[in-house]
């Protein structure tokens, strides 16, 4: 690595104003394997607000994902090497090296990075981390020839091997990467959006400023004319049209007034910006969602969030395997003698809708009793949703049906109280018995059996033992309270 020298890169060209020849020009360079015209206009593309906006935005996507570093095996020392590597990573890529990486992937199919290897002493080690800078496209190209990449440097004309220690490349695919590259396909939205903004300013400017209409009478002395334009042109910098009124009897006179465009020719500015700025959210983004859905369409919002998912999925596959195989591998092979590297993962699952999943849930609760009624197998329905059956307590066949009483005082006898009166004595058998301590579990049961209201098992309840400790007695209620109200709910469902 100490032989391995950085190579010198020189300033970019810029080009200021395009035009549509220099644009196909530059394309048809592009479609030929070379990067620099292509390259430039890719630039100037970035002072398109909207441009900007989305391809910042498929940038930030990827940045914002929560990231693993997977290590290679199961023993310490790779989990310990992950750990390392995760600690080395924002020294080898921070942030602007990985959005800059990713622009140029995505509009040009190609993106170039040097790495440069840097000596890092550290506390107990010392590593080589390779630090990426990345090289403007515009000193890329490709040999027919010999099938090859080439870059020229100040330091002269240099290979391009993806993968040999020294060189990045991301390629969106192995053959003619650059055929899929945006910047082909958003030079019309590019150059027609600027244009119109370009006309729609010119518009505004001159429909802005009318123009002023002085007259004067036909019979005025020229002093009097020039005076009277002369304060008129004062008024300020619009153009002025002097005019001079007919030898009419019913026209005389001095008379000043504005000539203003009626027709509302404006709004085919606004139409052919409004478009393109789709054309550019779609190509950049795959969706366009604040533009297209209109009226709040659930599907449709879905299917947007799905194209959206898909295009950070592929972002982050390119990234992923990239950085894998051309850096991950040499930072391993260098500092610990094996090429068996840590993986980058990025998690691209979209986080799940709460209120979806509850009304997804609250369907299925109502499906699923039709279902069991039908003599259907609910399981894999709740597998799919990964839900789990509660297992429940079992219930006692009833031998016969006792008498239970409402708050009207009414008798009757129901399946469901019944069930939910058994339901108590199998709780009271186990649980009251450990909670109440010394207390009487059936002498408790009998008095939930026969209150009528909670109002009138607490006053039974507190009667019967008044003389128990304080805070005995308040966690005895309380568990007789709640017994009571289980009993009751299973009571009311069974009978539902």
Do not use: C
Request: charged share 25%; hydrophobic share 40%; glycine share 4%.
């Amino acid at each position: 690595m100490e032989n391995l020298k950085p190579l010198r890169d020189s300033m970019p060209i810029q080009t200021i104003t395009w035009t549509v020849p220099l644009a196909r020009h530059a394309l048809q360079e592009l479609e030929q394997g070379y990067m620099m015209q292509a390259a430039t206009l890719a630039d100037s593309m970035t002072r398109d607000d909207r441009i900007s906006a989305t391809l910042r935005t498929r940038t930030r996507a990827l940045l914002g994902l929560p990231r693993t570093f997977v290590p290679s095996g199961e023993t310490r020392a790779a989990k310990k090497i992950a750990l390392t590597l995760e600690t080395d990573f924002d020294v080898i890529a921070p942030e602007e090296t990985i959005t800059a990486l990713m622009r140029w992937a995505v509009l040009l199919g190609v993106a170039v990075a040097e790495l440069v290897w840097e000596r890092r002493e550290q506390a107990d080690s010392s590593r080589w981390i390779p630090r990426l800078k990345v090289w403007h496209p515009q000193f890329l190209y490709y040999r027919w020839d010999t099938r090859t990449w080439q870059i020229q440097t100040l330091d002269g004309v240099k290979d391009v091997v993806a993968g040999n220690g020294q060189w990045l490349l991301l390629q969106l695919g192995s053959q003619r990467p650059w055929m899929e590259g945006l910047v082909r396909e958003l030079t019309i939205p590019y150059l027609a959006r600027q244009f119109a903004i370009r006309d729609f300013l010119r518009y505004s400017e001159f429909h802005g400023q009318p123009t002023k209409i002085a007259k004067v009478p036909n019979a005025s002395t020229e002093d009097d004319r020039k005076l009277f334009f002369t304060s008129i042109r004062n008024l300020g910098r619009e153009p002025l049209i002097k005019m001079v009124q007919p030898s009419d009897k019913n026209v005389d006179g001095y008379d000043f007034s504005y000539l203003e465009a009626k027709a509302n020719t404006w709004t085919g500015f606004r139409a052919l910006i409004d478009q393109m700025d789709v054309s550019i959210a779609i190509s950049v983004l795959g969706q366009n969602l604040t533009t297209e859905v209109k009226g709040g369409s659930r599907s449709a919002t879905e299917v947007h969030e799905r194209k959206e998912t898909n295009v950070v999925k592929s972002d982050t596959a390119l990234l992923e395997t990239a950085l894998y195989e051309q850096v991950f591998k040499w930072w391993m092979s260098v500092n610990y003698g094996s090429v068996d590297a840590p993986w980058l993962l990025h998690d691209t699952e979209p986080p799940e809708d709460a209120k979806l999943r509850a009304e997804t849930l609250n369907i299925i609760a109502d499906v699923i009793p039709k279902l069991r009624a039908a003599n259907i197998d609910t399981a894999p329905l709740l597998a799919a949703y990964d839900l789990q059956p509660l297992e429940t307590v079992p219930v006692p066949t009833p031998t016969n049906k006792l008498n239970l009483k409402q708050s009207n005082t009414q008798q009757f006898s129901a399946d469901g109280f019944t069930n939910g009166q058994l339901y108590t004595d199998e709780i009271a058998d186990g649980v009251i018995a450990e909670v109440l301590l010394e207390t009487d579990a059936r002498a408790i049961q009998s008095i939930i059996e026969n209150a009528n209201d909670y109002d009138e098992l607490r006053s039974a309840l507190l009667e019967k033992y008044k003389d128990m400790n304080p805070e005995q007695l308040r966690e005895m209620l309380a568990q007789a309270l709640t017994l009571a109200d289980f009993a009751g709910r299973l009571a009311v469902q069974d009978d539902l």
